[in-house]
């Protein structure tokens, strides 16, 4: 039986809004920022190791670099690239860590930070496209 272009594009979005749905519940979703603020959504499966986190975040970003997370009294955890520790152990030992923060009945979202040379002050006065910046990752926000 052959659908329609409209059937094709109702199976289609069907299918996309249930595979959306799945992503909470067999994965961990992280966002991740830069020090200047800018982030992107990155989903890692449950079962997977820190040494997957890394390479998801590095075929996202297009380079490695080291991941941390911050906690409210502005502690630092560097998540090691290691294929002995499973995501879900870390998040689990460092839970004063991991901190959704997005509120109820938002999906869970954990920040991860990465300190990188960026271009995020491209446009400020006196900084043009050519210039690296260098940013401490001082500033925390917390929401």
Same mark, same amino acid.
């Given at each position: 039986?052959?659908?329609?272009?409209?059937? @094709? /594009?109702?199976?289609?979005?069907?299918?996309? /809004?249930?595979? @959306?749905?799945?992503?909470?519940?067999?994965?961990?979703?992280?966002? @991740?920022?830069?020090?200047?603020?800018?982030?992107?959504?990155?989903?890692?499966?449950?079962?997977?190791?820190?040494?997957?986190?890394? /390479?998801?975040?590095?075929?996202?970003?297009?380079?490695?670099?080291?991941?941390?997370?911050?906690?409210? *009294?502005?502690? /630092?955890?560097?998540?090691?690239?290691?294929?002995?520790?499973?995501?879900?152990?870390? @998040?689990?030992?460092?839970?004063?860590?991991?901190?959704?923060?997005?509120?109820?009945?938002?999906?869970?979202?954990?920040?991860?930070?990465?300190?990188?040379?960026?271009?995020?002050?491209?446009?400020?006065?006196?900084?043009?496209? *050519?210039?690296?910046?260098?940013?401490?990752?001082?500033?925390?926000?917390? *929401?």
């Amino acid at each position: 039986m052959e659908l329609s272009k409209n059937g @094709i /594009k109702n199976q289609y979005k069907r299918k996309m /809004k249930e595979y @959306i749905s799945r992503i909470p519940d067999r994965n961990f979703i992280f966002e @991740i920022t830069k020090c200047c603020g800018y982030s992107e959504i990155v989903c890692v499966n449950k079962n997977e190791t820190l040494a997957d986190l890394h /390479k998801n975040i590095n075929y996202q970003f297009g380079k490695k670099y080291e991941i941390y997370v911050i906690n409210k *009294t502005n502690q /630092k955890i560097t998540l090691p690239d290691s294929n002995e520790i499973l995501i879900r152990n870390f @998040i689990f030992e460092n839970r004063d860590f991991f901190i959704p923060i997005y509120p109820l009945p938002d999906d869970v979202v954990y920040r991860l930070h990465f300190h990188e040379e960026c271009k995020c002050n491209f446009g400020k006065k006196g900084v043009d496209e *050519t210039d690296y910046v260098d940013f401490s990752c001082n500033n925390v926000y917390f *929401t």
